[in-house]
Nanobody, 125 residues
Framework: QVQLVESGGGLVQTGGSMRLSCAGSGRSFSRDTMGWFRQAPGKERVFVAS????????RYSSSVEGRFTISRDNAKNTLYLDMDSLKPEDTALYFCAATRSWTTRLEEASQYDYWGRGTQVTVSS
């Protein structure tokens, strides 16, 4: 069974840091472009960051650029999101996603084929 499983979420104070992980199983994701999305209560799922197969091409939403870092370890079949200077508005359910399609529209959730079930990040003020 092909799966993506997020971990590392929890409660952190404003200004704190947190690392999210996304472990793939069932097959290798080393040839997939990977992404992170988040969804706050009552809001739609939005793009956070994406990373290319070789890790050289990374993209961030304007709301997290400079604070968050996406990375991957293909040998471990794992994706990461390092989050610094966290703000209350970063509170959301965070999802990882994977796609093998040749697309430039990586900010669109519809471009991804596999999704994890999410990990909750709560930033207290």
């Amino acid at each position: 069974q092909v799966q993506l499983v997020e971990s590392g979420g929890g409660l952190v104070q404003t200004g704190g840091s947190m690392r999210l992980s996304c472990a793939g199983s069932g097959r290798s994701f080393s040839r997939d472009t990977m992404g992170w999305f988040r969804q706050a209560p009552g809001k739609e799922r939005v793009f956070v960051a994406s990373i290319s197969v070789n890790g050289y091409d990374v993209r961030y939403s304007s709301s997290v650029e400079g604070r968050f870092t996406i990375s991957r370890d293909n040998a471990k079949n794992t994706l990461y999101l390092d989050m610094d200077s966290l703000k209350p508005e970063d509170t959301a359910l965070y999802f990882c996603a994977a796609t093998r399609s040749w697309t430039t529209r990586l900010e669109e959730a519809s471009q991804y084929d596999y999704w994890g079930r999410g990990t909750q990040v709560t930033v207290s003020s």
